[in-house]
């Protein structure tokens, strides 16, 4: 980064404020050379996730709205709040861990999926329903089906 004013990569910062409504750092640096200041607004790290959706436009990875995703499936089910939110860092965690900060929204579903899964058969079940986009009533009981297999194996 370099001043505005004079071009010198000598600067100072004088101020560091989280600025919550749009998730950025606002700093404010003094370049050493002109003494001449100046604001930047830099977006925080965890905005970074890019999600690339169905139609093939991209928007910011939103821990929000999976969380609401997953609280409609969860609806009167032994599902805690803790719970869900567990789900939602744990597949942040995973995005985040892989090379390329960029993720379909189908592979977040399936992520959530896998691990909704584990807790409650039922919420997993609308969740997916929503996700996969079953084409049809038999689609549907196909995935009813293998549970039920599943469940047998154990
Ligand atoms: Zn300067």
């Known amino acids: 980064m370099n001043c505005p004013y004079c071009g010198s990569s000598d600067l100072r910062v004088i ?23 100046f604001s930047t607004f830099e977006m925080i790290q965890e905005a970074s ?28 089910r032994p599902v805690s709040t803790k719970q869900m939110e567990e789900i939602v860092s744990d597949v942040e965690k ?22 909704l899964k584990k807790l409650d058969v039922v919420s997993y079940v609308r969740f997916a329903s929503v996700y996969r986009e079953f084409k049809d009533v038999n ?5 009813l089906n293998s549970i039920v297999e599943s469940e047998k194996e154990l």
């Open 15 to 37: 101020d560091s404020r989280h600025v919550e409504e749009d998730n950025t750092i606002k700093r404010r640096r003094e370049c050493e050379s002109c003494k001449k200041r």
């Open 139 to 143: 689609s549907f009981f196909d995935e």
């Open 94 to 115: 995973h995005i985040l861990n892989s090379p390329d900060k960029e993720v379909s929204s189908n592979q977040i579903g399936e992520l959530v999926i896998s691990r």
């Open 49 to 76: 996730i890019i999600v690339i959706k169905k139609d093939g436009s991209r928007e910011f990875f939103d821990k929000n709205k999976i969380l609401r995703g997953i609280v409609r499936s969860c609806q009167k």
